[in-house]
Every structure is written in structure tokens, then in C-alpha cells.
């Protein structure tokens, strides 16, 4: 796989982007998530929110005096993710 089709995936437990080094889940990483799930919001949150418990734990393992704080991890892993798709106007 070349280095311009290599995936946004984490990199654990530092849970930085393998591809552009960026904290996970980057810029690139939500839009192919919001891609991935565009059917099923539900489903990108039971995701999203794993992700965020494993991360949480892994962070603070490597650095329990430094890890970011639990808002800063919600807005990171859950925050960014509309609940559902935005209903038309009527």
C-alpha cells in the first residue's frame, strides 16, 4: 500500500494518526468515519465512544500525570460526530 492510499488509523496507545501523525482521529480520519457510518449514527457512536474508553485508558497508562482530560478526550473521540443526520427544512 503507497503512502497516498495508507488509511487514517490510529496508532496505539499513543493514539496518533499512522498517516499524517496528527492526534486520532484527524481531520481525514472523521470525514471516512462520516463516510463509513453515513447510514447509522448509532452505530458511529457505539464506535466512536469505544474507541474513546480504550484511548482513555491507554492514554493515561503512558502518562497518568499528563493524559488529556475527559472533556478534552469527549470532544477529541465523541464531540466532533453530529448525534444523527440533520433533518431537511420543512
Known sequence: MSTSTRP???V???WICKRC???WPCAEARLALL???AGDRLALS?????QLYDAAQ???RLNPDGAPSPQALFARFVGWAPPRSPTPPS
Open 8 to 10: 487514517h488509523l490510529p
Open 12 to 14: 496505539r496507545p499513543l
Open 21 to 23: 501523525a496528527h492526534p
Open 35 to 37: 463516510a463509513e457510518y
Open 46 to 50: 457505539v464506535h466512536l465512544y469505544g
Open 58 to 60: 491507554e492514554l493515561h
